[in-house]
């Protein structure tokens, strides 16, 4: 017959056998998170009559404007990380433009597609493993809508593997893909509207209509989306809740607000005013703040914030982007959040000794206190 030290040890490795196979599930990053700097599109280091537009990241706050990107043509879409230590990007010219990655600090640039499209939107999986973004799969400009021979079309392309996987196939132009926080969701621009989808593309359906509308974003908690409305320079920002009962309006004042970028923490947004400013502002709408001070011939766009990782308690948080170690060719992670579970060779070692703590417990329990004897 077991001892009462042995069934508790079973016991409890059983229990941590399941949760060790949880933890090797992909991971989603968790609310609140941590708010860090801010990659935007920039034309503030223009040289000469061609149009030159690089990636840049500052602190929330307009300060430490650093220039990551530099290259003949246009970089822009930045969108970070999950993990925060690499951006996505779209970068070319003309009839072609392809996706790449980089580090946070624009080291160890990784081109991610080579063909005759134009690509452009990325937006991470928030397991870190995929990219959804817009592809024109004729090759003409992506800003070119239907019937002009533009098929503008949304994909989700595998990081490590380079699969590449349509999910729409509408007569309109889709673009401006956005992952709902859990990984099941996709937001995205539908001609003049804003629609969801599953994950693999299926159940297609409105979620704002009404008026012209583009580039949404989640907010962290997955309960609301913000999204530019009204078209043109008579464009605003509106949040929407994810079953589409109720919208409310952030800004009034017509401004060619575009790409709202909500902060880690979900307290603030980050947009784009007039294509030549970064602004940002509460989530309610209040206490705007610019954060780009530029002549009206340069541009600021496509704000995009970045999630830090989680710090331990008493620490103050940096300012600065985090340390990053370079991986030569490929992403520094496999997906989840870094440092939120131990790695895969120390897990079994750690489960055992928890295990048998547990077992010895039970033991001392059953032995002194009488905790599972028979009446």
Partial sequence: MWSPFLRGTVVALTLLAFLAMRAGEPGYASYPGING?????????????????????????????????????????????????????????GPQRDLYTMNADGTDIVRLTNDAAVESDPAWSPDGTKLAFGRSVMGASYFTPPPQGVDAEIFVMNIQTGETVQLTDNNV??????????????????????????????????????????????????????????????????????????????????????????????????????????????????????????????NNAYPNWQRLAAVPSGTVQPETTPAITPSPGSLPFSGGTPGATPTSSSMP????????????GVAVAHRFLGVGQRN
């Fill in 173 to 298: 132009e889709d673009g401006n893909p956005a992952w709902s926080p859990n990984g099941k969701e996709i937001a995205f621009r539908s001609g003049g509207a804003i629609e969801l989808m599953e994950s693999d593309g299926t159940d297609q359906r409105p979620l704002a209509t009404g008026m012209k509308s583009s580039t949404p974003d989640w907010s962290p908690d997955g309960a609301r989306i913000v999204f530019s409305g009204g078209g043109g320079f008579q464009t605003d920002l509106y949040v929407v809740d994810t079953n589409g009962t109720q919208t409310t309006a952030l800004t009034h004042d017509h401004g060619a607000n575009y790409h709202p970028s909500w902060s880690p923490d979900g307290k603030q947004i980050a947009f784009e005013k007039s294509f030549f400013e970064i602004w940002v502002i509460d989530a309610d709408g209040s206490n705007p703040s610019r954060l780009t001070e530029a002549p009206s011939t340069i």
């Fill in 37 to 93: 700097r801010i990659a935007f599109m920039s034309t503030r280091d223009l040289i000469g009559p061609t149009f030159d537009a690089e990636i840049y990241s500052m602190n929330p706050d307009g300060t430490d404007k650093r220039r990551l990107t530099n290259s003949a043509g246009l970089d822009d879409s930045p969108a970070w990380s999950p993990d925060g230590t690499r951006i996505a990007f779209a970068r070319g010219a």
């Fill in 349 to 360: 070692w750690r489960l055992l000794a928890l295990g048998l703590l547990c077992g010895a």
